[in-house]
């Protein structure tokens, strides 16, 4: 069997169908092909000038069971550990300013703090109190709506601007114009459908409660962890790095996999877990029509970008974990979050580390900027929020590209198109970036489903054979 792509998604497919071919005394070869020189796509950590480094996503969130059962699975239950609890800032007119308590994500579902909030005009706040009054009028044909649509009808258009769009925005690397409401919020849309409000009028939406297990989560010693745990399951040299796809096709019975430089590997099965672009290239020649279905699945290219500063010059501590900034800034930098108070085991005291997350759906344009540009757009605003007349003294700067899904409206039904195709591909499979899996608990739980389908094709069609 062929897995094309060593993200978390690739992964963990590896790690389950190797799992399921043990515990069932099944002989199977499992050989992971991956284009870049490391393993781990957007994830990885590294130390640099002292300081524990992300590439890419730090955390986990515990609503979403994967990713903490598959820690459990590779025993690193013991590692898991929440960071200090701290909140979350919008930058509005170059002040950092709190985002209001009860604000989930999308909308705020509590009164009194969105009342005391200095980032909505009384209007804005009048509007958005109106909400539990505002009649229930979703889609006529039941279809998808963008979350700018519903929050806008919802609660006005200040909070959208203002709050939903650099929170949802800046997390999802997404336009929340075109972001699908039913991919990322149904509960939302179930509220509204039961209770006809968001705000108030029964039972609220779910609040991290005293003593209730903590909402994000991380490693000790970073998320590498679970990636190196990964990979150290994997059977010698089944792990092949630089080693590109470039064409899938069937030659009898058996998947080829054509590789850049004239290299070829065969199997019985194959599963993608690349980004939807690359996965549209590989499938290209076996099936025009699901890579045309692949190139309707929007993927953004994003930066992380680690900037490390003397805590001296520090003159103005931030008070909180991290920003989003407003699309109306103009600014590339999305958002960026300060590791030194979020991680502060992870950085020495002499340091004060920044993070800024530049690009997304709305700044394609990052992909053409040198990384002497991308530090110097990052350190621009930073600095006078830190109260610094110097800049960074070193910086490590991550690129990511086509690295986002972006569920767009509609998205439900492009991914149920692409299941259909897949069904008259036996032996198949496609998980993560390409059907717009989005974050490393999804990744991981997608890559894991996709390994259980195919290890039950593999059993049914080769009398327990292996590929």
């Keep these: 069997m062929l897995i094309v792509g060593a993200g978390i998604g690739g992964l963990a497919a590896a790690n389950r169908i190797l799992n399921l071919a043990r515990d069932r005394r099944q002989s199977l070869e499992v050989v992971v092909l991956e284009a870049a020189s490391r393993a781990g796509g957007v994830l990885g950590t590294e130390r640099h000038e002292g300081a524990l480094l992300e590439r890419g996503p730090d955390t986990l969130v515990t609503h979403k069971p994967a990713g903490l059962t598959l820690c459990a699975a590779l025993g690193l239950g013991g590692s898991v550990v929440s960071s200090p609890p701290g909140r979350a800032d919008i930058l509005h007119n170059d002040r950092l300013l709190p985002v209001p308590a009860g604000f989930a994500l999308l909308a705020p579902t509590r009164a009194r703090p969105l009342l005391g909030s200095p980032l909505l005009s009384w209007i804005g706040k009048a509007r958005a109190l109106w909400e539990p009054r505002i009649r229930a009028e979703p889609p006529q044909d ?58 108030g009028g029964g039972q609220s939406m779910p609040q991290a409660r005293p003593g209730a297990p903590p909402s994000i989560v991380t490693l000790n010693g ?105 699309r109306d800034t103009g600014s590339p930098l999305v958002a960026a979050s300060f590791p030194s108070l979020k991680f502060p085991d992870r950085i020495p005291p002499e340091q004060f580390v920044a993070r800024a997350f530049l690009g997304g759906a709305l700044h394609p344009e990052i992909a053409a900027k040198t990384d002497d540009e991308l530090i110097e757009i990052s350190t621009r605003l930073l600095m006078p929020l830190l109260g610094s007349r110097q800049g960074p003294i070193w910086s490590r700067v991550f690129r990511h590209p086509q690295s986002m899904p972006q569920r767009d409206v509609g998205h439900a039904t492009r991914v149920e198109r692409i299941r259909a195709d897949l069904r008259g591909q036996e032996g198949l499979e496609l998980a993560g970036g390409p059907i717009g899996a989005y974050g490393v608990p999804d990744s991981i739980a997608e890559g894991e489903a996709a390994a259980e389908r195919l290890f039950d094709w593999i059993v049914r069609s080769s009398r327990g054979g292996g590929g």
């Design 142 to 199: 039941g279809g998808d709506e963008s979350v700018a649509s519903f929050v806008r009808r919802r609660f006005g258009a200040e909070i959208c601007s203002r709050m939903t769009e650099p929170i949802v925005g800046g997390i999802y690397m997404a336009d929340i114009e075109r972001l699908s409401m039913a991919m990322t919020f149904p509960r939302f849309l179930v509220r509204e459908r039961e209770n006809g409000r968001i705000m």
């Design 222 to 326: 970073g998320l590498g962890v679970l990636l190196n745990a990964l990979a150290g399951r994997l059977p010698p040299g089944s792990l092949r790095l630089n080693r590109r796809a470039q064409c899938l096709r069937r030659e009898a019975s058996r998947f080829v996999v054509d590789l850049l430089g004239g290299e070829r590997q065969t199997g019985d099965a194959v599963l993608i877990a690349t980004p939807a672009d690359h996965a549209a290239e590989i499938i290209a020649t076996l099936d025009s029509g699901l890579a045309e279905r692949l190139h309707d699945l929007r993927c953004a290219s994003c930066v992380t970008i680690n900037l490390g500063w003397p805590r001296s010059v520090v003159t103005q501590l931030p008070r909180s974990h991290g920003f989003f900034v407003p």
